[in-house]
C-alpha cells in the first residue's frame, strides 16, 4: 500500500550539509505495526515526516496506493496529510483553547465533513478511546495519557490510511503507556502503524516489524515486503477551511485571551473615537447650520428676471467698509459705489409663462414682487424746479406683497423700521437702506439728494414727495409724435397738476439683525398695486393706441425693427440701437408682463418644491428657451456647506492619523498571536491545513479584533456625546451638537474592520509560510 523508493533527505545550513535519509527503500502492507527504532540523529523522525508528507523528500519516490507523489503540489500534499495520514505525537499538540470533541473534529472539519457526519464519526472514535465523558473539557483538564487517547482519537476521527505515531509513549509512566500500545495495536489491525520510538522493549512487545535506521539508513528489517505492483487507485480530496470555520476557531483562542483583546480592541478603538467625534460634530453643526440657514434664508427670494445674473453671494467690497458699523444706530444715510452684476442668459418672459408662475402653490409662498420696465411718469422736485424722475438710477423695485394678508406684512416680518411708518396704502414709498445704512451715490442723486455729502438725516427722507401723471396727461400730440406736456428744463404744470398722484416716502427700514441678508436692494420700494393701476390706464391711453397702430416709434419716428432680428441687425438710422414695438409698448405701459418676478418661500421645503416647479418648465426645451432662475439661498448654503466639509476633512485627516497607529499596534498584535500559536499551525499543517487556511485563520483573528474595536469605538463615541453636549450646551448655549450619524457608524466599523485586516495580513502570510516540521517542534 506504501512504497518508499531510494528516497533521500539532505538538509543544508550555510555550508553545512547533512544527509537525513540516504536512499532508503521499505515497502509497507496496508494493516501492520511497524516500529522505527535508532539513535537520534539516526533519520527515522525525518523519515516519519517524509511519510505523513510534513517534509519533502529530495530524490525518490513515495508511493501510495500505486500514486507517485513525485509531481505532488503543494495543495496535494495538504489533501494527503487530511486523507490518507493520521499523526500521534509525543506531546500530543492538542489545540488548547478548543473542546475536546472540536479538537478530534478538527481534521474532518477541514476536509469538508457535514456537522451532523464529523459529530458522529467523533463520538464514535472517542467511545472507543475511552472518552466519552470528557467532550466538552479543554486539553489542560486531562491527564497525559487522556491526552493522547485524544491524539489518537484525532488520529483516526477521518479514517486514514496510515497512523504515523513520534514517541507516543514518551510522556507517559509505564502503565498508561502499556495501555496506548495496546490501543495502537489494536489499530493496526486494519490500518498501517507506523511508530518511531526510543524504547526497544516496547518495540518487541507490540510492533509487528521492526525497522532499526543508522546514519540515514535501514539497518535492519524484520519483515520486510518485496515490491509489488499495486494499481493506480488513490484518489485525493481536496480540503478547504471555510471562513466561519477559521472565525470560531480564531474566536476560542480570543476567548482564552478576553482581557488581552479588550485592550487591544480599545486601543485601536481610539481612532475611531476620533474620527466618529469629527464626524458627529460636523453632522450635529451641519444640522445647525441648516436651521439657521432655513430661519434666515429661507425667505430670501428665487428671482426670474429678463437678464439672469451671476454675482458674488457676499457682493462686492464697500469703499468705506471698514469705517463703519453694521446696524448702526446713525440716523443717516452713507453714500457708496455700486458694482454691476454680470449678464448670463437671457430670459424671455411671455404671458403663458407668467401663467404658469401664477398657478404655483399659494402655501408655498410668503410673497411675490415684480419688476417692470414701465416708466411710471414719476416727477421730482429740486431747487424749485420740476424734472423726470430716473427711476431705474434711484434704485425703484417692487416689495413683495400677499394675496391673503396686508400688503406690508412681509416688510414688518423681516424688516425694522428706523424712521417714519410702514406704507398703508399704494402710494406710500419706503427706502430701504443695507446693514451699514447705505444707499448708493447714484441712486441718492436721482431721488434729488446730494450724492457727495458725508451724510443725510432720515428726517430729509420722511414726507419727502414725487408726482405720478398717467399717459394722457403726461404727454401731448405734436404734429405726428408725441412729446412730454411741458418744458425740457421745467415740468413744474404736471407736478403742480390736480391730475398729479403725490407719492411719498412714509418710512425708512433695514433688514432685521437676526435675518442678516435683506431680499430687497438698497433703494425705493413701492407696492405693485400701483405699478399695476398704472398699467391698466396705460393701456388705453391715446399714445399707446396710436403707438399700437403704427410701425415707428411715436416718440421720435424711429422705425421699428422685428423682435427676432440679430443684434447685428437691430441698429437704426445714424448708428443708433433699434427698438421693437412691443419693447415701446412697454416702456409706455402697455405690458402687464413683469421683467422679473421674485418668489419668497415659507420655508427650504418650499423653496425646494418651488425651484423643482420652475424646473418642470425647463424640462425638454432648449438651453435658449429655457426660463433661468437665481437661487440665492442655494448659493449661500452651497458655500456654507462646502467650508464646513472641509473642515470635517482637515479633522478627519487628523484623527485618522491614529488609525494608521492603531492599524500597525494590530500588526504586532498579531504577529505576537503567530509566535504564539506556532504549534498550533503545525497541527492545522499536520491535519491537511493548505497555507491559506492558516491566512485565513488569522484573518479572522484580525476581522474579530477589528470589528470589536469598530463597535466598541462607535459605543464608546455616543457615550461620549453626552458629556460633550453638555459642555456645548455651557459654551455656546447650542444643544445637541454632537450626533453621530448611524450611517456613519455603520461606515466606521467597515473601515476598523478593513484597516484591522490589512494591518494583521503580513502577520498572516508570515504564518502561512511557517514549516509545519519547525513549527511542530516549537513550545
Given amino acids: 500500500m506504501l512504497q518508499i523508493n531510494k528516497i533521500t533527505k539532505t538538509y543544508v545550513t550555510g555550508d553545512f550539509k547533512q544527509t537525513a535519509l540516504d536512499n532508503v527503500s521499505l515497502n ?377 394678508q396686508s400688503s406690508n406684512s412681509y416688510l414688518e416680518q423681516y424688516y425694522d423700521l428706523l424712521a417714519g411708518n410702514f406704507p398703508t396704502n399704494k402710494t406710500d414709498l419706503v427706502l430701504v437702506v443695507d446693514k451699514y445704512n447705505q444707499l448708493e451715490k447714484n441712486s441718492l442723486e436721482a431721488l434729488g439728494f446730494d450724492g457727495n455729502s458725508e451724510n443725510i438725516d432720515f428726517n430729509n427722507f420722511i414726507g419727502h414727495e414725487f408726482k405720478m401723471l398717467m399717459n394722457d396727461d403726461y404727454y401731448v400730440k405734436s404734429n405726428n409724435y408725441y412729446i412730454v406736456n411741458g418744458t425740457t428744463t421745467d415740468l413744474s404744470n404736471l407736478y403742480n397738476s390736480e391730475k398729479a398722484t403725490t407719492l411719498k416716502i412714509s418710512g425708512i427700514i433695514r433688514i432685521k439683525e437676526d435675518i442678516s441678508i435683506s431680499s430687497l436692494p438698497a433703494g425705493i420700494v413701492y407696492s405693485d398695486k400701483l405699478a399695476e393701476d398704472f398699467i391698466e390706464n396705460a393701456k388705453n391711453s391715446k399714445i399707446v393706441l396710436d403707438q399700437k397702430q403704427s410701425d415707428f416709434s411715436v416718440m421720435n419716428g424711429e422705425v421699428f425693427v422685428e423682435e427676432s432680428s440679430t443684434a447685428s441687425n437691430r441698429m437704426g438710422a445714424g448708428g443708433k440701437t433699434g427698438q421693437t414695438k412691443d419693447s415701446a409698448l412697454a416702456a409706455l405701459g402697455a405690458s402687464s408682463i413683469p421683467t422679473g418676478v421674485a418668489l419668497y418661500p415659507v420655508n427650504f421645503e418650499a423653496k425646494e418644491n418651488i425651484t423643482n416647479y420652475l424646473d418642470q418648465w425647463n424640462s425638454g426645451l432648449d438651453e435658449e428657451k429655457q426660463i433661468k432662475y437665481t437661487d440665492m439661498a442655494s448659493m449661500i448654503t452651497s458655500l456654507s456647506g462646502n467650508i464646513m466639509d472641509a473642515i470635517t476633512l482637515v479633522l478627519i485627516a487628523f484623527a485618522a492619523i491614529s488609525l494608521v497607529v492603531s492599524m500597525l499596534m494590530i500588526g504586532i498584535i498579531i504577529y505576537v498571536s503567530v509566535l504564539e500559536r506556532t504549534k498550533e499551525i503545525g497541527v492545522l499543517r499536520a491535519l491537511g491545513a493548505r497555507k491559506k487556511d492558516i491566512t485565513r485563520v488569522f484573518n479572522a483573528e484580525t476581522f474579530i479584533i477589528g470589528t470589536c474595536s469598530g463597535i466598541l469605538g462607535i459605543a464608546i463615541t455616543y457615550l461620549l456625546t453626552i458629556p460633550v453636549n453638555a459642555v456645548l450646551l455651557n459654551l455656546t448655549d447650542l444643544t445637541n451638537v454632537a450626533q453621530l450619524n448611524p450611517l456613519h457608524a455603520f461606515v466606521l466599523v467597515v473601515v476598523s474592520v478593513i484597516l484591522t485586516m490589512i494591518g494583521g495580513l503580513i502577520p498572516a502570510k508570515m504564518a502561512a509560510k511557517k514549516d509545519p516540521v519547525v513549527a511542530l517542534r516549537s513550545e
Avoid at 496510515?162 to 509512566?173: K, M, S
Avoid at 493496526?188 to 522493549?201: F, G, I, R, W
Avoid at 451671476?310 to 446713525?330: C, H, V
Fill in 28 to 404: 509497507f502492507r496496508e494493516s501492520e505495526f511497524v516500529a522505527i527504532l535508532g539513535q537520534s540523529g539516526s533519520g527515522k523522525t525525518t523519515f516519519l515526516n517524509v511519510i505523513g508528507g510534513l517534509d519533502q523528500y529530495d530524490n525518490g519516490d513515495l508511493i501510495i496506493n500505486g500514486k507517485s507523489t513525485k509531481h505532488f503540489k503543494q495543495s496535494d500534499w495538504d489533501a494527503y496529510r487530511n486523507n490518507s495520514v493520521g499523526f500521534i505525537f509525543q506531546s500530543y499538540n492538542l489545540i488548547p483553547h478548543l473542546s475536546i470533541i472540536d479538537n478530534v473534529e478538527m481534521g474532518m472539519t477541514l476536509s469538508g465533513v457535514s456537522i451532523s457526519e464529523k459529530r458522529k464519526k467523533a463520538l464514535d472514535v472517542l467511545e472507543k478511546v475511552g472518552l466519552t465523558k470528557h467532550l466538552h473539557k479543554k486539553p489542560n483538564q486531562l491527564s497525559g495519557g487522556q491526552m493522547q487517547r485524544v491524539a489518537i482519537a484525532r488520529a483516526l476521527a477521518n479514517d486514514p490510511d496510515i497512523i504515523l505515531a513520534d514517541e507516543p509513549t514518551g510522556a507517559l509512566d509505564t502503565e498508561t503507556s502499556e495501555q496506548i500500545m495496546q490501543l495502537i495495536k489494536e489499530i493496526a489491525q486494519d490500518k498501517l502503524v507506523v511508530m518511531v520510538t526510543h524504547n526497544p522493549e516496547l518495540a518487541t512487545a507490540y510492533a509487528d516489524r521492526i525497522v532499526r535506521f543508522s546514519d540515514g539508513k535501514v539497518v535492519d528489517d524484520t519483515n520486510p515486503l518485496a515490491n509489488q505492483k499495486i494499481k493506480d487507485n488513490y484518489k485525493l480530496k481536496k480540503t478547504s477551511m471555510s471562513f466561519l470555520t477559521a472565525l470560531k476557531l480564531s474566536g476560542k483562542n480570543i476567548i482564552t485571551k478576553k482581557w488581552r483583546t479588550a485592550i487591544t480592541a480599545f486601543a485601536s478603538s481610539i481612532g475611531i473615537i476620533g474620527v466618529a467625534l469629527v464626524l458627529s460634530l460636523s453632522n450635529g453643526f451641519d444640522k445647525q447650520i441648516n436651521s439657521f440657514e432655513t430661519g434666515a434664508l429661507s425667505n430670501y427670494p428665487i428671482t426670474i428676471s429678463q437678464n439672469a445674473m451671476s454675482m458674488d453671494a457676499f457682493g462686492p467690497p464697500k469703499e468705506n467698509a471698514n469705517e463703519l458699523t453694521e446696524f448702526t444706530k446713525d440716523k443717516v444715510v452713507y453714500p457708496y459705489d455700486a458694482s454691476k452684476n454680470s449678464v448670463t442668459h437671457k430670459n424671455v418672459l411671455t404671458q403663458e409663462y407668467m401663467d404658469y408662475l401664477d398657478k404655483i402653490d399659494s402655501s408655498w409662498l410668503d410673497g411675490v414682487s415684480y419688476s417692470r420696465s414701465v416708466k411710471m411718469n414719476l416727477l421730482k422736485l429740486s431747487d424749485g424746479k420740476a424734472t423726470p424722475l430716473n427711476t431705474a438710477a434711484a434704485g425703484f423695485s417692487i416689495y413683495p406683497s400677499k394675496a391673503d
